[in-house]
T-cell receptor, first 112, second 112 residues
């Protein structure tokens, strides 16, 4: 099992450009999550999907959209990238309630 | 790899000694807690979890202690090894859908 995979690993964007970060999991988990990690800020939840067909805002949703494409895949879209979105983005998945969230390797995004 | 946090509390430990990492959580209603390990350039890795109806839980070389009275969580690592050098995060489940709130992290440096 690959666990949680993310693409791309690295990306550099110019202000105003758009892009989609891809995430897939092969553990048959119901819930999936997108976080960003900034120095000194820890991990902050952007959006999550408790189950296929549902999505909800997390702590810092502004400037992002998500799509739960199917049970395996959960994408994060930046419609008009801003320098404040320079960060490391992590996708995670879990069973519905109990049990840890399992993280992907991250996407390192720089917005110039 | 990139830094996951500036000015993180740092614990320097001699190889073979025991490590204790502390975490204060915020919500007395939180009922599930997890410790994660993050190595440089990688995603967080699940170490051990504990539910609020327990005070202690042991894993392989790790023990988590929960003191609900003072809202304190600790992770003990026995016989610390160089591979234990990482940033350690505690996380609390503040509500449904397994939404986790992460602490800012503690850096552990193992001295050979």
């Amino acid at each position: 099992n690959a666990g949680v995979t993310q693409t791309p690993k690295f990306q550099v964007l110019k202000t105003g450009q758009s892009m989609t970060l891809q995430c897939a999991q092969d553990m048959n988990h119901n819930s999936m999550y997108w976080y960003r990690q900034d120095p000194g800020m820890g991990l902050r939840l952007i959006y999550y999907s408790a189950s296929e067909g549902t999505t909800d805002k997390g702590e810092v949703p502004n400037g992002y959209n998500v799509s739960r494409l199917n049970k395996r895949e959960f994408s994060l879209r930046l419609e008009s990238a801003a320098p404040s979105q320079t960060s490391v983005y992590f996708c995670a998945s879990s069973e519905v309630f109990w049990g840890g969230q399992f993280f992907g390797p991250g996407t390192r995004l720089t917005v110039l | 790899g990139e830094s996951v946090g500036l000015h993180l509390p740092t614990l320097s430990v001699q190889e073979g000694d025991n490590s204790i990492i502390n975490c204060a959580y915020s919500n007395s209603a939180s009922d599930y807690f997890i410790w994660y390990k993050q190595e440089s350039g990688k995603g967080p890795q699940f170490i051990i979890d504990i539910r609020s109806n327990m005070d202690k839980r042991q894993g392989q070389r790790v023990t988590v202690l929960l003191n609900k009275t003072v809202k304190h969580l600790s992770l003990q690592i026995a016989a610390t090894q160089p591979g234990d050098s990482a940033v350690y995060f505690c996380a609390e489940n503040k509500g449904g859908n397994n939404r986790l709130a992460f602490g800012k992290g503690n850096q552990v440096v193992v001295i050979p």
